[in-house]
């Protein structure tokens, strides 16, 4: 069934530019969540495979589904990989840690091997002397003093508690490409066979880690995008070949805060974001958003600012995780991000600009800046793009437009993928050179479009294959 056969309830001018993520989770675990946050206005769901069992995901992706062909919106779907989650293992009790004392770690470690903590990975492999090590989201912070027979030596920086399977953040420490474990193959795997249309990589530090996994997806025949989460230290410094090697980026604030520091955050995700705009790849701002709405009906001031923020700047995505995930007022965190969206849309006075944004530099590059002059020249209603791959609506998007998009497209993957995507609105339709008309068409008499709309239509020569957008043209409904 086609998810985008029923109009819109508003009009053009109200659909929302930047998208909405939600995390699924025990409160949200049912179809009627599912279909509640869908109209609330998330665009997106993620699937965290930190928590919960691939038979509660097949489940999960049938009520996506559902919902969205009930609603007629087409929705992407996210898993998010847990990736190589260093945690410590398990003891009795707690341990009490000052500031000075020597710590030791051990991956595997035996019962009568006392004054040894254990941890589930093997860190002696991977740290080196001199490297941080922190402990308990950074509650517990520690500098290597020294690795032998498999054991690291630690020197605690300040005081503080230790209890079993907290995780640990290793900020200088390099992967060299260990970060994608069997666990995440076998989550890939499952996902490749149950339209996932998102996989979110976690702690990755180089472009290679990306470009392994999309081989892995090449293999499995799988058209997936890969989501590359920001989190580490290292991918700090690799951000320009990163934003260019995924399909989309996320900030992931939380492990983000730990690598670096809190107050490096806000600039990572500036540059980010600016990245994001100049290859045209999708950004997402995420965690914490409205934390304080997993126990609160309402969300703090500085939660609203910072949505506001991510707007202003032009992420594609704001994203809610232990909100939905775990939250108390899920459906009411999902209606209060689409309330602050709109406002910042409709009042916003600011015009954001990055150093070094220079989209011409390629005919497929050409044709957007040509579209949006003409676009901006009429005073267009809307933009309606043509297209089986969602290339050419990325880089239209790119320039953060105000004039509204509308895409049409005969792939039904390549719709729920674009779910996500500033500035579009998506509608899967059969490949005809008379699409994006039929379209135009439909929205007029559904009082989408109004009588003497001008819109700008970009199309190809051939509907439904690949690279083939030559054509621009104007018209009055």
């Known amino acids: 069934m086609d998810v985008t056969s029923r109009a819109p309830d508003v009009p053009i001018t109200q659909f929302k530019r930047s998208k909405i993520i939600v995390t699924i989770g025990p409160p949200t675990n049912s179809y009627e969540s599912i279909l509640a946050m869908m109209k609330a206005g998330a665009n997106g769901f993620r699937l965290n495979c930190s928590h919960g069992t691939n038979e509660e995901r097949v489940q999960q992706i049938k009520w996506i589904r559902e919902a969205s062909n009930s609603i007629k919106k087409p929705v992407a779907i996210m898993m998010d990989l847990q990736g190589p989650k260093i945690r410590l293992g398990d003891f009795e009790g707690i341990i009490n840690v000052r500031i000075g004392q020597n710590l030791c770690f051990k991956f595997g470690k035996s019962d009568n091997e006392e004054n040894i903590i254990p941890t589930q990975y093997d860190l002696s492999k991977k740290v080196k002397r001199g490297e941080r090590l922190y402990i308990a989201d950074g509650r517990i912070r520690t500098t290597i003093t020294s690795v032998r027979d498999g054991v690291v030596y630690a020197r605690a920086e300040n005081d503080g508690i230790l209890v079993k399977r907290k995780g640990i953040n290793l900020p200088d420490t390099d992967f060299a490409g260990d970060i994608f474990t069997k666990k995440d193959r076998e989550d890939l795997v499952f996902g490749t066979t149950h339209d996932v249309d998102y996989f979110a990589l976690s702690f990755i530090q180089h472009a290679n880690d990306v470009e392994k996994v999309r081989k892995l997806l090449r293999n499995f025949r799988c058209n997936a995008k890969i989501i590359a989460k920001i989190e580490t230290e290292a991918a700090t410094h690799n951000l320009d070949a990163i934003v260019q090697s995924a399909d989309m980026v996320m900030v992931a604030r939380g492990d983000l805060a730990i690598e670096t520091l809190p107050e490096s955050v806000p600039v990572i995700q500036r540059q ?60 009411q965190a999902v209606e209060i991000m689409k309330r602050v969206i709109m406002y910042v849309q409709d009042h916003n006075p600011i015009h954001v600009s990055f150093d070094d944004v220079d989209h011409a530099t390629s005919p497929i590059q050409a044709i957007p800046s040509a579209v949006l002059s003409l676009a901006n020249s009429i005073d267009a209603a809307a933009i309606v793009v043509e297209t089986l791959t969602g290339e050419t609506a990325l880089h239209i998007v790119s320039h953060r437009p105000t004039t509204p998009v509308i895409v049409v497209t005969s792939s039904t993957e390549t719709a729920q993928q674009l779910a996500i995507v500033y500035g579009v609105k998506v509608y899967n339709r059969p490949a005809d050179k008379l699409a994006a008309t039929k379209l135009t068409n439909w929205m007029l008499t559904n009082k989408v479009l109004k009588k003497r709309d001008m819109v700008v239509t970009v199309s190809g020569k051939y509907p439904g294959r690949v690279g083939t957008t030559d054509t621009i043209k104007i018209r009055e409904l």
């Open 272 to 331: 980010v974001i600016g990245l994001g705009i100049k290859y045209a790849t999708p950004t997402i701002v995420a965690t914490q958003m409205l934390a304080s709405m997993t126990e609160m009906p309402e969300p703090t001031r500085a939660e609203v600012s910072d949505i506001a923020t991510a707007v202003i700047l032009g992420a594609d995505c704001v994203m809610l995780s232990d909100e939905t995930a775990n939250g108390k007022y899920p459906i």
